[in-house]
């Protein structure tokens, strides 16, 4: 069941007009990921849990739906969109705060290869 309601993500985009129906949609999207990630997580709370998913909701809104601009004019119509700041979550500010808010480190180290340290024998 998810965590949070269309409105309270509609409450962190800017101009939103995206209907609840489809910010449903991004919402399940985002409860599923969440509950697969965090599954074995035990340092977040369900309040921390909750606010991931309406970020991550923000998140997946801005990247498909609804892109930010930085830039915009209405003679000859012309709109500059923000910049990609980086992959992943890290391609809006709505998914950096996610970052943020994930205290466990969980969610940035995802894709990530384990780091392995091997012992070489001197040769003496």
Aim: hydrophobic share 40%; charged share 25%.
């Amino acid at each position: 069941m998810a965590r949070v309601t269309p409105l309270d993500v509609k409450d962190i985009l800017d101009n939103c007009v995206i209907t609840d129906p489809i910010v449903g949609t991004m919402i399940k999207t985002a409860n599923k990921f969440i509950n697969r990630i965090f599954a074995d997580e035990t340092t977040l709370t369900e309040d921390d849990l909750k606010e991931i998913e309406r970020w991550l909701t923000a998140h997946l809104i801005s990247i498909s739906l609804q892109r930010t601009t930085t830039d915009e004019k209405l003679g000859d119509a012309s709109a500059t969109y923000a910049g990609i700041y980086g992959e992943g979550l890290k391609m809006t500010s709505y998914g950096q705060t996610v970052l943020l808010l994930d205290t466990s480190g969980t969610l940035a180290r995802l894709g990530k290869a384990p780091a392995k340290i091997y012992a070489v024998k001197r040769p003496y």
